[in-house]
T-cell receptor, first 113, second 112 residues
Framework: EPEVTQTPSHQVTQMGQEVILRCVPI?????FYWYRQILGQKVEFLVS????????KSEIFDDQFSVERPDGSNFTLKIRSTKLEDSAMYFC???????????FGDGTRLSIL | SQELEQSPQSLIVQEGKNLTINCTSS?????LYWYKQKYGEGLIFLMM?????EEKSHEKITAKLDEKKQQSSLHITASQPSHAGIYLC????????????FGKGTKLTVNP
């Protein structure tokens, strides 16, 4: 069964450094998402991406964050200058068309030191 | 925006027992999704409900959406250790938004 894959599974970075989290969505999907889950808290929406542009973003997704689909398969989340509070599990999701469920990857655990 | 409350927060059952997890919304649900998460791993899609009164089953798991579309339940029959994990309900947010909002989750432990 097709699945969303994320790399790396765990990223440890010094505060202030840039990180790029990578995702390969399911191949025929059109809608792409990033969510995060801080330890012990709810899964929170960050951003949605469709037709090569951001379609919606949350207030968490400030100027330090950016997303890109550099080619036909990858979808990336960049955090420009990481903060301690960016430590969380980051999930990528994709779906084929609206009214279909979102399918999630296994996540990248980001630890900021 | 949408708020989802799940109950109970955690549940410990003996293998073979039935159990129910509830998800209650502050607003009418337009799409309700159940996911399972194992600790430190991703969310596995279980079922999607969209219509009032809808009920879906997969193997030993049944999910229902009430007629008013403000509450959903997930029922597991004859639980097994493989059912253990965190069950999350998620819903389409209001006003045509694409984002999902999630409940805090219900942690299920099944003792052999």
């Amino acid at each position: 069964e097709p699945e969303v894959t994320q790399t790396p599974s765990h990223q440890v970075t010094q505060m202030g450094q840039e990180v790029i989290l990578r995702c390969v969505p399911i191949s025929n999907h059109l809608y792409f998402y990033w969510y995060r889950q801080i330890l012990g808290q709810k899964v929170e929406f960050l951003v949605s991406f469709y037709n090569n542009e951001i379609s919606e973003k949350s207030e968490i997704f400030d100027d330090q964050f950016s997303v890109e689909r550099p080619d036909g398969s990858n979808f990336t989340l960049k955090i420009r200058s990481t903060k301690l509070e960016d430590s969380a599990m980051y999930f990528c999701a994709s779906r084929g068309i609206r009214n279909q469920p979102q399918h999630f990857g296994d996540g990248t655990r980001l630890s900021i030191l | 925006s949408q708020e989802l409350e799940q109950s109970p927060q955690s549940l410990i059952v003996q293998e073979g027992k039935n159990l129910t997890i509830n998800c209650t919304s502050s607003k009418t649900l337009y799409g309700l999704y159940w996911y399972k998460q194992k600790y430190g791993e991703g969310l596995i899609f279980l079922m999607m409900l969209q219509k009032g009164g809808e009920e879906k089953s997969h193997e030993k798991i049944t999910a229902k959406l009430d007629e008013k579309k403000q509450q959903s339940s997930l029922h597991i029959t004859a639980s097994q250790p493989s059912h253990a994990g965190i069950y999350l309900c998620g819903a389409d947010d209001q006003g045509g938004s694409e984002k999902l909002v999630f409940g805090k989750g219900t942690k299920l432990t099944v003792n052999p």
